[in-house]
T-cell receptor
Framework: KQEVTQIPAALSVPEGENLVLNCSFT??????LQWFRQDPGKGLTSLLL?????REQTSGRLNASLDKSSGRSTLYIAASQPGDSATYLC???????????FGTGTSLTVIP | DGGITQSPKYLFRKEGQNVTLSCEQN?????MYWYRQDPGQGLRLIYY???????QKGDIAEGYSVSREKKESFPLTVTSAQKNPTAFYLC?????????????FGQGTRLTVV
């Protein structure tokens, strides 16, 4: 069974700092990996989706990379803002099977 | 606007009651999912459905039931057999076939036992 880990569980940074969130997974036979944002009491908002054949995806200040061989993905946030404060989750969809597996998330606080 | 609608946003259940959470999508997605989220435990899969009139149990299906009579709808019933139902419930959908399989989520239903 795929295991997904996100470290650190919580992160606090001053506004303007660049930061990296980590996601690791145990089985490299993945179909895609997706990064989400969750605000308190809300659903998940999709940020970036990386297919297994891709190395990275970019959207605005966000850049996600994927290294299947090492079982790792990173989410890079440039010039962080207080509005970036949220929990960030990664999810992995395996090549076989019909579900996806989530990490427990990183809670990010950006201090003004 | 295309998306997933969950209702109600808040739901209260008395001991011994069954309650049903609604999930509707207008994304024309084939697959739909129900997840439960508890603090510190991440998201756990309850049930999923790849096609109308078919569904499979996830990791924590006991005490829950679902139906998929229409492509757009995937309601979840929390039965009295679920001993600890207080949680945040999230519905998701993805496209099928050889597509991106990008997942989209609703805004969630918070269920509380009173």
């Amino acid at each position: 069974k795929q295991e997904v880990t996100q470290i650190p569980a919580a992160l606090s940074v001053p506004e303007g700092e660049n930061l990296v969130l980590n996601c690791s997974f145990t089985d490299s036979a993945i179909y895609n990996l997706q990064w989400f944002r969750q605000d308190p009491g809300k659903g998940l908002t999709s940020l970036l989706l990386i297919q297994s054949s891709q190395r990275e995806q970019t959207s605005g200040r966000l850049n996600a990379s994927l290294d299947k061989s090492s079982g790792r993905s990173t989410l890079y946030i440039a010039a962080s803002q207080p509005g970036d404060s949220a929990t960030y989750l990664c999810a992995v969809r395996p090549h076989t099977g019909n579900q996806f597996y989530f990490g427990t998330g990183t809670s990010l606080t950006v201090i003004p | 606007d295309g998306g997933i609608t969950q209702s109600p946003k808040y739901l209260f259940r008395k001991e011994g009651q069954n309650v049903t959470l609604s999930c509707e999508q207008n994304l024309n997605h084939d697959a739909m999912y129900w997840y439960r989220q508890d603090p510190g435990q991440g998201l756990r899969l309850i049930y999923y459905s790849q096609i109308v009139n078919d569904f499979q149990k996830g990791d924590i299906a006991e005490g829950y039931s679902v139906s998929r009579e229409k492509k757009e709808s995937f309601p979840l019933t929390v039965t009295s057999a679920q001993k600890n139902p207080t949680a945040f419930y999230l519905c998701a959908s993805t496209s099928g076939g050889s597509g991106r399989h990008e997942a989209f989520f609703g805004q969630g239903t918070r269920l509380t036992v009173v």
